[in-house]
């Protein structure tokens, strides 16, 4: 069973950066859309960023294209999103998230049900 453990939220100054680790274990890591999203304003979750685990294709969301950067590292099974020039916007839970590769990182991404989660990390940012 996947099992998702993210790291690295905190309490930061508008402009600052944090960097969210995100270490994964229970599944074949290369088959998988590995994915950061924070809670929605309204029902359901915004997505924020995802990539592909097989050939690193990433995907933003508009809200923080430019400010964020997803990577991964295969052979730590961990995958990172570093959040450059926060805004008090960006205040929230991020989760990590894993699902099996089978569609583009886009619409999975966008639309596709993320069946394994983590516990999530606060990020606040705040002056």
């Known amino acids: 069973q996947a099992h998702l453990v993210e790291s690295g939220g905190g309490s930061v100054q508008p402009g600052d950066t944090l960097n969210l680790s995100c270490t994964a274990s229970?599944?074949?890591?290369?088959?998988?859309?590995i994915g950061w999203f924070r809670r929605a304003r309204g029902p359901g979750r915004e997505d924020v960023s995802c990539?592909?685990?097989?050939?690193?294709?990433?995907y933003y969301s508009d809200r923080v294209k430019g400010r964020f950067t997803i990577s991964r590292d295969n052979a730590k099974n961990t995958m990172y999103l570093q959040m450059n020039n926060l805004k008090r916007e960006d205040t929230d839970v991020y989760f990590c998230?894993?699902?099996?590769?089978?569609?583009?990182?886009?619409?999975?991404?966008?639309?596709?049900?993320?069946?394994?989660w983590g516990q999530g990390t606060q990020v606040t940012v705040s002056s």
């Open positions: 998230a894993a699902a099996p590769l089978m569609s583009d990182v886009e619409t999975m991404c966008a639309r596709v049900e993320f069946g394994s």
């Open positions: 229970g599944f074949t890591w290369d088959d998988y859309v």
């Open positions: 990539i592909s685990m097989k050939d690193g294709i990433t």
